[in-house]
């Protein structure tokens, strides 16, 4: 290290002290504390931080995440945590970020909490939509609110929008106001397949009950809800059509949608899992994959060949381009909709490759089933996932709130703070996450296949899938490094005077730096000591909390609904109606063979 660097070094170092000495520089272990222990101000009655102390934290579930920029973002669901000897189900009124530019271990990494303005939706199982284009996210459309804590009372539709800022924090605001015309013939609905990509996000079928919208709290079971809904995040408009090209009702819950960007002119939409909602054990098997053209509302169904999983819910997504110009979807975890010992096979992950259409199951001892979590592609080989909670529960039949309440309490999570990290090439669990990680290349298992399978081992289930399929959009494979050729030292032995002269100038400043730092650590300390001998503040937060927890009998759900006009039969009816939702003549629908509907 030269000489100007080191003094450089040794600047930061003070500086970093006098920050510290003024009280605004945090340790990761503060932060976590604080988030553990106290409520950021703000919504009326509370923030509920979702982050808490390794030694308290249980569970995370039901939320939302998505990656922009270098910061992964999490956003809503419901936590668990200790508090003494009891464990407290809480919903989160906050959105969080983790820093993925630097390497951490998930027994340490910094949850950087977000908090949200007044009448911002407080929402689980709810969806963010990222808008590469605009940098900017966007919810409120999907979801349902909490039957823990204080049982808020569902949101009315809307659109909020949250603005990242590039250093971890960003800003909500809301975007299409509940009074919007826009809303005429749509509302919220949860368990839909939805995902966004380009300028489109999509929902697909879901359902209706009281936890949804103000309109449905008068429901006593879910009502399905048909069709398929995007929102073009440029425009800000809606357009609504079928989804007969998805099954007869054009609905389904609880499966998953996946954005495909490097096929198709626009990019493809996956559909796959759940249930279609005709049976409560009746989930959709994974030898079918839809797949979904937005710009041009086009469904097409393909056969998908190898270990095909066992039909389930509530699992999830991460897929990313390989080096080899193929694609890999990685699903994770689910349950089969009954909790208890019948859920730990689900614990298990596979690999849908693309092009080929074609399953491989990972091998691992299946131990810790989990549903309701989130995963994320981010960056390199790596995959996060979030959260989740036991499938493998104590308490299977009975109250609802209760059975909810043991799927977060029944266990902590093997994963620290619920992240475990799984890299794709290598096909293994880790926890820690590697910021620099070099590039996705298939692991063994896929090239095995595709050298096996020369012609990507698909048979398309029609010409028109494959000519899809054939408009690629791959990033050009990455120069190969070179190392920079070193100078060769200098054969005099003995440096110039100008250089001693600096070596003497700069060994007095040094001097007068490091009495500097002296000082400033003297300072800190005497600081220190004059606070300690402060009376400290009692901190509310665990009392709060464990006074806000209470059971949720089915009477209280009745007591909540009663008086409110039932839901219109005709206006779910309505529902059906394929019909647009953008503003003026953006849209013209008319019926194609098949049930396709073709926008102008």
């Known amino acids: 290290m030269s000489l100007l660097s080191s003094y450089f070094v040794l600047f930061l170092i003070i500086s970093w002290v006098d920050l510290a000495s003024s009280g605004l520089v945090l340790s990761p272990r503060r932060t976590l504390v604080q988030e553990a222990n106290g409520a950021a101000s703000g919504l009326g009655v509370r923030q509920v931080p979702a982050a808490t102390d390794n030694n308290a934290f249980v569970r995370r579930a039901w939320h939302a995440s998505a990656v922009a920029g270098k910061y992964l973002y999490i956003d809503g669901g419901e936590i668990s945590f200790k508090v003494g000897d009891s464990v407290v189900s809480q919903y989160s009124s906050t959105t969080h970020s983790i820093n993925l530019s630097q390497d951490w271990v998930n027994n340490s990494v910094v949850l950087t909490t977000i908090t949200k303005p007044p009448g911002a939706p407080l929402l689980s199982d709810s969806s963010l939509w990222y808008h590469e284009e605009n940098d900017i996210f966007y919810s409120g459309f999907t979801g349902r609110s909490s039957l823990f804590g204080d049982k808020p009372a569902p949101p ?78 440029r425009k800000r408009t809606f357009f609504r059509s079928g989804a007969t090209g998805f099954n007869a009702k054009g609905t389904g819950a609880r499966g998953a949608m996946h954005y495909v960007p490097s096929f198709g002119p626009n990019g493809l939409f996956m559909i796959m899992g759940g249930t279609d909602l005709t049976d409560p054990d009746n989930n959709i098997g994974f030898d079918n994959i839809w797949v979904y053209e937005s710009q041009e509302n086009r469904w097409y169904n393909q056969t998908a060949t190898g ?30 909709g009954r909790l208890g010992p019948s859920t730990v096979p689900y614990d298990e992950i596979f690999i849908l490759t693309l092009p080929a259409f ?50 977060f309490n029944s266990s902590v999570d093997p994963f620290v703070q619920g992240l475990g990290i799984f890299d794709m090439t290598s096909l293994t669990w880790a926890d820690r996450y590697r910021a620099n990680a070099p590039p996705y290349e298939q692991s063994d298992r896929v090239k095995v296949f595709y050298r096996d399978n020369p012609h990507n081992g698909s048979q398309f289930s029609s010409s028109a899938l494959k000519d899809l399929f054939s408009v690629t959009h791959f ?36 001097l007068a730096l490091i009495t500097y730092l ?51 039969q005709q206006w779910l009816a309505e529902l059906e109606v394929a019909r647009p939702e953008m503003e003026g003549d953006e849209v013209v629908v008319c019926e194609m063979e098949g049930g396709e509907v073709r926008r102008g």
């Open 518 to 568: 002296i000082f400033l650590i003297y300072r800190r300390h005497r600081r220190q000591t004059t606070q300690q001998s402060q009376p400290k503040t009692h901190n509310h937060y665990a009392a709060e909390l464990q006074g806000n927890e209470h059971q949720i009998q089915e009477a209280d759900v009745v007591e909540k609904v009663h008086g409110v006009p039932r839901v219109s």
């Open 307 to 336: 270990d095909v999983p066992a039909g389930r819910r509530s699992f999830c997504l991460a897929g990313v381009n390989s080096t080899n110009e193929t694609y890999e979807i990685f699903l994770y975890g689910g349950f089969n």
């Open 475 to 510: 990033p050009p494979p990455a120069p190969p490094s070179s190392s920079p050729i070193s100078s060769p030292p200098s054969s005099s032995s003995r440096p110039p005077p100008t250089t001693i002269a600096a070596i003497v100038i700069g060994t007095l400043v040094a």
């Open 358 to 407: 074609h399953w491989m199951k990972i091998d691992y001892p299946a131990l810790h089933p989990r549903h309701g979590h989130s995963c994320n592609a981010v960056g390199g080989s790596q995959i996060i996932s979030i959260g989740g909670v036991d499938s493998n529960a104590t308490i299977t039949t009975g109250d609802l709130t209760e059975i909810r309440k043991s799927s």
């Open 156 to 233: 009315p539709t809307s659109i909020w929008s949250f603005k990242p800022d590039g250093t971890g924090s960003g800003s909500w605001k809301v975007e299409i106001s509940p009074d919007d015309p826009k809303w005429t013939r749509q509302v919220k609905r949860d368990g839909g397949y939805t995902a966004s990509g380009g300028v489109s996000a999509l929902v697909l079928g879901g359902v209706l009950n009281p936890w949804t919208s103000p309109e449905s709290t008068n429901l006593t079971e879910d009502v399905e809800v048909p069709g398929i809904v995007e929102f073009n995040m």
